[in-house]
C-alpha cells in the first residue's frame, strides 16, 4: 500500500475518533453543569473541558471567558480551532476523498453524508438551542459509530484496516489518558472520604465521557470508587477504552502489519513495551509512583509510537 | 437557424425506430414520476461524490454535472459505422505522432506547414527520436462526435491528451439502471461496464519491455483539487490499481518507484491524468511540485511507460485538427470515414478574410483553448463581442480558427417545462493497447441544458446522459 494511503487511513480514523470524543466530552460536562451548584460546587467543568481536548491555552487567544456558549463553539464549530468537532469532520472527509480507493462504499458514505449534513444543517451550529446541541452531540457519535461498524463490517482485513485501527487506539489511549490526567487530582485516594455529591457527580462524568458508567458496575458491582474508576480506565483490558485495552489492540494491529509484510521493526517493540508494562502493574504501584506522572509518561509515549508508526511506515 | 435534427423524432415527428419504446415508456410515465426520479439521480450523484471543481468557483468548489435521465440511444447500424471510423482515427493520429517525433515525412511531404509543428506550444522538442513502447502515444482517446443528420456523424475535436469523463459513462449507466430497471427491461442495451478491464489490459499490454511478466500499473494525479479528481479515484478503484501523487513516486538508476508501506516498489506503465508541463520539473516547469524529478529520464530510458506519451497535445492541437482528413489519407491511404467540421485556419490570409467578413455566422475559436472557454459563438454573441473578437483576430490570426454554427442534433431532455429538445455531442473512448484498438459500446453524451444553446462543456453548466447503444 501507498504510504500516504495508509497515512492519510490512520489519520482518517484519528480524527473521526477525536470528534467522538470531543462529542462525549460536552455531552458529559453539559449534565455536569446542569446539576444545582449544590451538587457541583465551584468548579468551572467547561475549563476542564477545554483542557481534556488539549485547547486550554489556544481557547483564551480567541474568548475572554470558559463559559457553555464559548467552550461549546470553540470545540464544536469553531474554524479557528484546528481540531473543533467540525474541523476534524472535513479534515476525514478530504482525507477520505484522497484515499477512496482504499476505503469502502460504506465508510465513504458515512463520512460523505456527514460532511454534507455538516455543512447543511449544522453550518452555523444550528439554532444554539440545548435541544439543537444535544441533537448535534448525538449526530457526531452516531458518525463514528457508523464509519467504525461499516469499517469492521465491510473493509478487507488486511493493512489498509489495520493501519485505520492503529489510528483509532491510539486517538483512543490518548483521549482516555487525557481525561485521566485532567481529573487526576479527583482519583487520588485521599478524597475517597470526601465522599459527597460533588465527587459523585464529577466521577460519574469521567464514566460518562468514556461511556463506561454501566461497565463499571458490572465489573466492581461496588459504588463509585476513586481508585476503581482508576483501574477500570488503565489496567482494565475489558473495557474498550481503557488504556490496557488500546495496547492490546495497538499491539495487535502492529504483528498483523508485522507479519503481513514479514517484517517486524520500533513500532512493534514499542508497542509491547508499553503493553507490557500496563500488563504488570497494579493501582497501588500507580498511585504510588504518582497518577499523575504516570499519565503524563504515558501521553508522551503514546504519542511517541504515533511518530515511530509514521518513520516505520507513512513516510 | 433551421430546426435541427433530433435523435427521437428525426426532422419532424417522424419518431426514429430505436426510440420507439422509449417513446412509448414516456407516454405511459406520469411527468412527475421522471421528476421523482431526476431528484433521486441528483440525491445518489452527491452521496456518491461524483463531482467535479470549477476553478476559481469558491462559491462551489465541488459541483455536480447535472444529469439528465432521458438516455440518447443509438442503434447498432449507427455504432458500427462510428466505431470503425473512430479506431480508423486513432490509428492515424498514432502514426502521426510517431512520424512527428521521428521521419516527419508527413512535413517532408507537405501536407502540413512545418510552423505549425515547430512554433506550436504543445510540441514537445524533448520527444524527438524518443521512442515509446509498442509506438503506440495515444492509448486512451476521447473523440468529440457531433451529428448534424441521420448520416452525417462529424468530428468536433481530438482529445489525445488526458480526455476525462469516462466515469461519468460508467457511472451514468448504474444510476440508470438503478432507477429504471423497467426501461432497460425493455431494451437490449450493450453493456459498458467492462471498460475498466479493457483499460487496464490495454495499459498492462503497452509496459516497457524491462518490467515483469506482471507490469505495475498505477494512475497518476495531481491531487483532491484536481477538478476531474474524482475520475481519478474512480477509475483507480475500478482498475484496482494505485491512485498516486508525485509525491508517491520517486526515480532511482532510471527506474520509477512508488513508496509504500513495504518500502518502495517498482512502477512500469502510469497513466497519467496530469499535464506534460507538470510531469517533471527537471525537465518542463521547474515550479511545479506536482511532477516526479527525473521521470522523464526514465522514460527516455525506456524503463517507464507514460499513457498518454509525452508530446501528444500536437495531435488535438485545434490547427492540426483541419488537417486530420489528410493525416488519414497520408498515413492509411483510406477515405476518412469520420468528416470534420468545416474548418477556417485564420493564419492563411484568404480564410482569415472570409472569417472577418462572416464572423457573426462563425464560430470562432482558441487554438490552444479548450473547455468552450474563449470561444465566440458568432449568431449569440453581441456586436460588442464581436467586434473585440475581430481586433483579436487581426492581432493574432494564427492563434483562432473558424467553423460553421452547426445544428448540432438535440435530444429530448427534463426541462422545468418538460420534455424538450437540447442539443447533445458524444464523446466516446477508444483504446489502443498493443494488441488491438477497443471501444466499449457507447460513450459520454453532453447535452446543452440551456434552450439552443450549443454549448455542452460541463464546465459551461452543461448536462451529461446515458449513452445507450442497442444490440441488434
Known amino acids: 500500500m501507498l504510504s500516504r494511503t495508509a497515512e492519510n487511513l490512520f489519520w482518517l480514523a484519528r480524527y473521526v475518533e477525536r470528534a467522538e470524543y470531543l462529542a462525549r466530552t460536552i455531552d458529559a460536562t453539559l449534565r455536569v453543569t446542569a446539576l444545582p451548584a449544590a451538587y457541583v460546587g465551584k468548579t468551572n467543568e467547561w475549563d476542564s473541558a477545554l483542557l481534556t481536548a488539549g485547547v486550554g491555552a489556544s ?33 476525514a472527509r478530504l482525507n477520505s476523498r484522497s484515499v477512496r480507493t482504499a476505503l469502502t462504499s460504506e465508510m465513504w458514505d458515512t463520512i460523505n ?33 457508523r464509519f467504525d461498524g461499516s469499517a469492521y463490517r465491510t473493509m478487507l482485513r488486511n493493512d489498509a484496516y489495520w493501519f485505520s485501527r492503529l489510528g483509532v487506539h491510539l486517538e483512543r489511549a490518548d483521549n482516555t489518558a487525557r481525561i485521566l490526567d485532567v481529573k487526576y487530582h479527583m482519583l487520588l485516594p485521599e478524597e475517597e472520604h470526601v465522599g459527597g455529591p460533588l465527587d459523585y457527580y464529577q466521577w460519574t462524568s469521567i464514566l460518562r465521557s468514556v461511556s463506561a458508567t454501566t461497565a463499571y458496575h458490572w465489573v466492581y458491582r461496588e459504588t463509585l470508587k476513586p481508585w476503581l474508576i482508576a ?31 514479514g517484517r517486524q521493526g520500533a513500532a512493534q517493540r514499542h508497542a ?32 511517541r509510537l504515533g511518530e515511530i508508526v509514521t518513520k516505520q511506515y507513512l513516510i | 437557424m433551421a430546426v435541427a435534427f433530433d435523435e427521437m423524432n428525426g426532422l419532424g415527428e417522424d419518431l426514429r425506430p430505436a426510440y420507439q419504446e422509449l417513446s412509448r415508456w414516456l407516454k405511459e410515465t406520469p411527468p ?40 440518447r440511444i443509438m442503434s447498432a447500424n449507427e455504432w458500427t459505422l462510428l466505431e470503425k471510423g473512430l479506431k480508423q482515427r486513432v490509428l492515424a493520429l498514432n502514426m502521426f505522432l510517431k512520424d512527428i517525433y521521428h521521419g516527419r515525412d508527413i512535413l517532408r511531404a507537405n501536407v502540413i506547414p512545418e510552423d505549425l509543428i515547430f512554433q506550436n506550444p504543445v510540441f514537445r522538442p524533448e520527444m524527438n527520436g524518443q521512442d515509446v513502447p509498442h509506438d503506440i502515444y495515444v492509448h486512451i482517446a476521447g473523440i468529440d462526435i457531433i451529428r448534424t443528420d441521420p448520416d452525417n456523424f462529424i468530428v468536433l ?54 518490467a515483469s511478466a506482471e507490469p505495475t500499473v498505477a494512475l497518476m494525479t495531481p491531487g483532491v483539487y484536481n477538478s476531474a479528481y474524482y475520475e481519478h479515484s474512480f477509475l483507480a478503484d475500478k482498475l484496482g490499481i ?51 524529478p527525473g521521470l522523464m529520464s526514465a522514460y527516455a530510458a525506456g524503463n517507464i511507460t ?19 482528413p489528410d493525416i488519414v489519407k497520408f498515413y492509411l491511404s483510406e477515405e476518412p470515414i469520420l468528416k470534420n467540421v468545416q474548418t477556417w485556419r485564420c493564419r492563411e490570409a484568404q480564410d482569415l478574410s472570409y472569417v472577418l467578413d462572416n464572423l457573426a455566422d462563425l464560430v470562432v475559436k482558441e487554438v490552444h483553448g479548450s473547455g468552450g472557454y474563449g470561444m465566440l459563438i458568432g449568431p449569440a454573441a453581441t456586436k460588442a463581442t464581436i467586434e473585440a473578437f475581430r481586433d483579436k483576430l487581426k492581432r493574432e490570426p494564427e492563434g483562432f480558427i473558424a467553423q460553421p454554427t452547426l445544428a448540432l442534433s438535440t435530444c429530448p431532455t427534463c426541462t422545468d417545462k418538460g420534455l424538450a429538445p437540447r442539443h447533445v455531442d458524444l464523446r466516446p473512448f477508444v483504446l489502443t493497447g498493443s494488441r488491438q484498438t477497443t471501444i466499449v459500446p457507447g460513450g459520454l453524451t453532453r447535452v446543452a441544458l440551456k434552450e439552443g444553446s450549443l454549448v455542452v462543456n460541463s464546465s459551461q453548466g452543461g448536462g451529461t446522459k446515458d449513452t445507450w447503444i442497442l444490440s441488434e
Not at chain 1, 500496563?278 to 503524563?296: K, T
Not at chain 2, 426520479?37 to 467535479?52: C, D, H, K, P, Y
Open chain 1, 59 to 91: 481557547f483564551y487567544d480567541h474568548y475572554e471567558e470558559a463559559n457553555q456558549q464559548n467552550v461549546v463553539e470553540y470545540l464544536s464549530f469553531s474554524s479557528d480551532n484546528p481540531s473543533s468537532i467540525k474541523n476534524c469532520i472535513e479534515a
Open chain 1, 113 to 145: 453524508s456527514a460532511w454534507i449534513e455538516l455543512q447543511a444543517v449544522w453550518g452555523k451550529g444550528g439554532t444554539g438551542s440545548r435541544e439543537d446541541l444535544a441533537k448535534f452531540l448525538r449526530f457526531v457519535q452516531e458518525t463514528s459509530l
Open chain 1, 231 to 261: 483501574d477500570l480506565l488503565i489496567l482494565n483490558d475489558t473495557l474498550p477504552r481503557s488504556l490496557a485495552s488500546c495496547y492490546s489492540n495497538l499491539v495487535r494491529n502492529l504483528d498483523q502489519i508485522g507479519v503481513a509484510y
Open chain 1, 272 to 303: 509491547r513495551g508499553i503493553r507490557n508494562r500496563l500488563e504488570h502493574s497494579h493501582m497501588d504501584d500507580i498511585f504510588q509512583h504518582g497518577v499523575h506522572e504516570f499519565i503524563q509518561e504515558f501521553i508522551a509515549d503514546n504519542s
Open chain 2, 32 to 71: 412527475d414520476a421522471l421528476e421523482y426520479r431526476r431528484q433521486e439521480a441528483e440525491l445518489l450523484f452527491r452521496r456518491i461524490g461524483i463531482t467535479f471543481a470549477v476553478y476559481g468557483d469558491t462559491e462551489a468548489q465541488e459541483r455536480l454535472i447535472p444529469f439528465d435521465v432521458i438516455p
Open chain 2, 157 to 210: 475535436e481530438d482529445n489525445a491528451r488526458t480526455p476525462s469523463g469516462v466515469s461519468y459513462m460508467l457511472e451514468n449507466r448504474e444510476i440508470m439502471m438503478r432507477l429504471f430497471p423497467d426501461l432497460f427491461a425493455r431494451h437490449r442495451v450493450a453493456p459498458v461496464e467492462r471498460y475498466p478491464d479493457e483499460l487496464l489490459s490495454a495499459l498492462r499490454s503497452v509496459a516497457p519491455h524491462s
Open chain 2, 242 to 292: 494505485e491512485l498516486v501523487e508525485g509525491r508517491d513516486l520517486i526515480v532511482k538508476n532510471d527506474e520509477v518507484f512508488m513508496r509504500t508501506t513495504e518500502g518502495l516498489k517498482r512502477v512500469d506503465v502510469i497513466y497519467r491524468r496530469v499535464d506534460d508541463d507538470f510531469l517533471d520539473p527537471l525537465t518542463f516547469r521547474p515550479d511545479s511540485a506536482l511532477g516526479v
Open chain 2, 306 to 324: 507514460l499513457a498518454n506519451a509525452v508530446g501528444t497535445g500536437i495531435a488535438d492541437d485545434k490547427a492540426i485538427y483541419s488537417y486530420m
